[in-house]
């Protein structure tokens, strides 16, 4: 095959792999759509001249491959997923029991940037994959087997939003109209029919619990703990403030920590570079990253030795906003036609305001030597 065949050629296996980019996780279609793609054709590397001798058309197709492949470079098994994801596991696994006894639930509970949702949807896309695989796609009744349910809460969902947002997922017939309660019993009905056994709760944060709504959805997680043969699997930022696990002295306090005394606090934390242990971990992701970057100039060192302090200073060592600032980069090197990363090219793209407040401190400290990112490395 020629070189200008190859970038068509691969324009074409994409094709053929399910597109991801115009689905919604709230509705199970797209949720499996995204559980049971096939991995993501990479662009093949190509020298400088490789890149001249393509024509145009070849060329917008490379680059819009690469586009694509730049933005989806994740997720990255850091050492916080793989810790994360043995959690689950261990709780998922042991509420393998019968319908009779109460499953315990998962709370993740950490701050934005983390990878939070990256993470659970990596552990749901594999726990999704393998329950098919034991089971079946269909039931013994002859319904469709959705393993997994996601649904996302904002600040106004109460039981009726929250149970609406169930049957969407599922695309039940009598989602329109009903009562809190009708609403429940149907969704209770999709989970059973679907041999559901893990219901995400994304952005329970949102939620405000000290409002009719917030004890109101407090409790619906009691009933579902109690009558849905589901692990309940709920993602948020301060839900400890929020006091989801605390015991409380009134009785609003009460309704709301029973939720938590069923449930497992799980967190997951940024990086950090104080310890040996820290800069090894660092210096492991950013080599797997470089190794996924498909620049025409890349060469060793490109990110994990010429970029590790500054990229550490301009993440503050939070994994979203390091890929944020990634994807970022690698379409402007390749809109520009840089070609590579490096610090000059790095300053012209903005990255989230949180991580560009933090920059500058962090910046004069590695300048002092009082940080050091680098394994072997030690600080002044």
């Known amino acids: 095959m020629t070189t200008s065949k190859r970038p068509r050629a691969q324009a074409e296996k994409a094709d053929l792999r399910s597109r991801l980019d115009h689905l919604t996780l709230s509705r199970k279609e797209g949720f499996g759509r995204l559980a049971e793609a096939p991995p993501r054709p990479r662009p093949e590397s190509l020298s400088r001249g490789q890149l001249k001798s393509l024509g145009e058309a070849a060329l917008a197709e490379y680059d819009r491959g690469r586009r694509k492949w730049h933005a989806n470079l994740g997720p990255l098994v850091t050492p916080q997923m793989e810790e994360l994801h043995e959690d689950l596991s261990d709780i998922f696994d042991s509420n393998d029991q019968d319908s009779d006894k109460v499953k315990g639930g998962i709370a993740l509970d950490a701050f934005p940037g983390l990878g939070k949702t990256t993470a659970v949807l990596a552990f749901a896309r594999k726990l999704h994959r393998r329950i098919i695989q034991e089971e079946g796609r269909y039931t013994q009744e002859g319904h469709e087997r959705w393993p997994v349910c996601r649904v996302g809460l904002t600040s106004n969902t109460g039981m009726r939003d929250f149970n609406r ?207 050091v990112s680098q394994p072997g490395s030690r600080a002044a």
Request: aromatic share 8%; glycine share 8%.
């Open 165 to 371: 947002s169930i049957l969407e997922y599922y695309g039940h017939p009598g989602r329109f109209r009903g009562t809190a309660a009708e609403f429940g019993y149907r969704a209770l009905g999709s989970v059973l029919s679907a041999e559901t056994e893990l219901l995400i709760v994304d952005d329970l944060h949102f939620l405000k619990w000290r409002n009719k709504n917030g004890i109101e959805v407090s409790n619906h997680f009691k009933y579902i703990a109690n009558e849905f043969p589901v692990t309940l699997l709920l993602i948020g930022v301060g839900l400890e403030k929020r006091g989801l696990f605390s015991e409380g002295e009134d009785f609003e306090d009460a309704i709301l920590a029973q939720t938590g005394r069923r449930t497992t606090r799980l967190g997951m934390a940024p990086f950090t570079i104080e310890s040996e242990k820290g800069r090894t971990d660092w210096r492991n992701t950013l080599l797997a990253i470089e190794e996924r970057v498909v620049l025409t100039d890349k060469y060793p060192g490109m990110i994990a030795n010429e970029l590790s302090d500054y990229l550490f200073a301009r993440s503050t060592g939070h994994i979203g906003s390091l890929m944020t600032l990634i994807n970022r980069c690698c379409q402007r090197a390749v809109r520009t036609g840089v070609e590579r990363l490096d610090k000059k090219l790095l300053d012209q793209v903005k990255n989230d305001s949180a991580s560009e407040q933090a920059r500058r401190e962090l910046q004069q400290a590695f300048e002092s030597g009082r940080l």
